[in-house]
């Protein structure tokens, strides 16, 4: 069951441009740990990118200089931005965030609903 709100997929041609974003609910709190992955048919679920403890960003080899991952505190929000998109990017993205709620003492993973992403050649 998802538990993070996550939007923004779609199908773009090759080259394009989409922005991902993932929410918690409002009675959530997460930490500066975020992380999105990808899973392409018949794969694995592989991680694209990730920020841990408010350290730099960490990318996968293939979208380094063509992705952005990133927080907007104030709307307790994380995106990954996505340029020059390639017909290897395709698949389904899934966002990841450290979060606990109000009567939990411990930072947990918390994920969102898949989001399908496709690239046309």
């Known amino acids: 069951q998802a538990q993070l709100k996550a939007s923004g997929g779609g199908s773009v041609q090759a080259g394009g441009s989409l922005r991902l974003s993932c929410t918690p609910p409002?009675?959530?709190?997460?930490?500066?740990?975020m992380y999105w992955y990808r899973q392409a048919p018949g794969n694995k679920r592989e991680i694209v990118s990730f920020?841990?403890?408010?350290?730099?960003?960490t990318y996968e080899d293939s979208v380094k200089g063509r992705f952005t991952i990133s927080r907007d505190n104030a709307k307790n929000t994380m995106y990954l931005q996505m340029n020059s998109l390639k017909p290897e990017d395709a698949g389904m993205y899934y966002c990841?965030?450290?979060?606990?709620?109000?009567?939990?003492?411990?930072?947990?993973?918390?994920w969102g609903q898949g989001i399908q992403v496709t690239v046309s050649s």
């Open positions: 990841k965030m450290g979060c606990r709620r109000s009567s939990e003492v411990y930072y947990r993973d918390y």
């Open positions: 409002d009675d959530i709190q997460c930490n500066n740990d």
């Open positions: 920020i841990q403890g408010g350290r730099s960003p």
